[in-house]
């Protein structure tokens, strides 16, 4: 058995508040935490990607739509969207990404 604390986990190798929880050859999770009012900008994964909304809640612009979504929340973005989220709430955001690694 292996356990990974939040708090230990190596942080993401970016400016933003995230922690890798697990990582393998084709997969890897990471919890990410957002103030209220911080953007990670317009960007493209070359993989597809989960996400599992935590706590919160924030705008998902992919492409030209915007959805907000809250706790409870499963969203399935495919490597070739481009994505833009926004903690658009006025509590910490905090989601788990799951990348499929190719």
Known sequence: MKVTKLNSAPKVPFDLDGR????????????????????????ENPVDVMFWVLSGTATLRV?????????????????????EWKNTGDEIFEVLVVKFLK
């Open 20 to 43: 890798v929880l697990f990582s393998k050859e084709n997969l890897e999770i990471v919890h990410l935490r957002m103030q209220v009012g911080e953007v990670i900008d317009v960007h």
């Open 63 to 83: 492409e030209n739509e915007e959805f907000v979504f809250g706790k409870n929340n499963l969203i399935e973005i495919s490597s070739d969207e481009n994505r």
